[in-house]
T-cell receptor, first 108, second 114 residues
Framework: DAKTTQPPSMDCAEGRAANLPCNHS???????VYWYRQIHSQGPQYIIH???NNETNEMASLIITEDRKSSTLILPHATLRDTAVYYC?????????FGAGTRLTVKP | NAGVTQTPKFRILKIGQSMTLQCTQD?????MYWYRQDPGMGLKLIYY???????DKGEVPNGYNVSRSTTEDFPLRLELAAPSQTSVYFC?????????????FGDGTRLSIL
């Protein structure tokens, strides 16, 4: 079973920041937090990952709380093409359990 | 810029038939994985491989077999197709088994068994 809890769906206005929350209260010290997204029926697309520190790349920012029990993925300026299912995954070695994710709908 | 390539993209099988789903990667990754995704659900790990000649079971291995004769290729075989195996199958690869490097996914094979 997935080790994370995410809201099933969220809406966001185009051009605004999308903040997707994830709870992972049972995370272990050596487990990473990963975010992937799946657009329509394509393969999962890697977005970002982190261990303890906040991370930023060209796609998004990842904010991890100090106790590491939750995190937030931030898409700074959401576009219509960001409409997708977003998966938050806690990963150690090959064990990458996908849950049902959050369906983000970006609206004009 | 190929990454992980899966063939075929779509396939319809009859119950009891067999087939092989192909997966190849050009990133020289040692680690490769097969997942299945049922409608509305997340991905579940079927098998994985840590290098040529070495494979191991994931969460849902029953009804499947794999082999890894080269670093590049990791085929998944269904011997006796059953309706419960109707799903979308994704292959992935990574440079390490540890959690600090991402897995990269192919675009999937959509398999229907009737």
């Amino acid at each position: 079973d997935a080790k994370t809890t995410q809201p099933p769906s969220m809406d966001c206005a185009e051009g605004r920041a999308a903040n997707l929350p994830c709870n992972h209260s049972t995370i272990s010290g050596n487990e990473y937090v990963y975010w992937y997204r799946q657009i329509h029926s394509q393969g999962p697309q890697y977005i970002i990952h982190g261990l303890k520190n906040n991370e930023t790349n060209e796609m998004a920012s990842l904010i991890i709380t100090e106790d590491r029990k939750s995190s937030t993925l931030i898409l700074p300026h959401a576009t219509l093409r960001d409409t997708a299912v977003y998966y938050c995954i806690v990963r150690n070695n090959n064990d990458m359990r996908f849950g049902a994710g959050t369906r983000l709908t970006v609206k004009p | 810029n190929a990454g992980v390539t899966q063939t075929p993209k779509f396939r319809i099988l009859k119950i009891g038939q067999s087939m092989t789903l192909q997966c190849t990667q050009d990133m020289n990754h040692n680690y490769m994985y097969w997942y299945r995704q049922d409608p509305g659900m997340g991905l579940k790990l079927i098998y994985y491989s840590v290098g040529a000649g070495i494979t191991d079971k994931g969460e849902v291995p029953n009804g499947y077999n794999v082999s890894r004769s080269t670093t590049e290729d990791f085929p998944l075989r269904l011997e006796l197709a059953a309706p419960s195996q109707t799903s979308v199958y994704f292959c992935a690869s990574s440079s390490t088994l540890q959690g600090n490097q991402p897995q990269h996914f192919g675009d999937g094979t959509r398999l229907s068994i009737l």
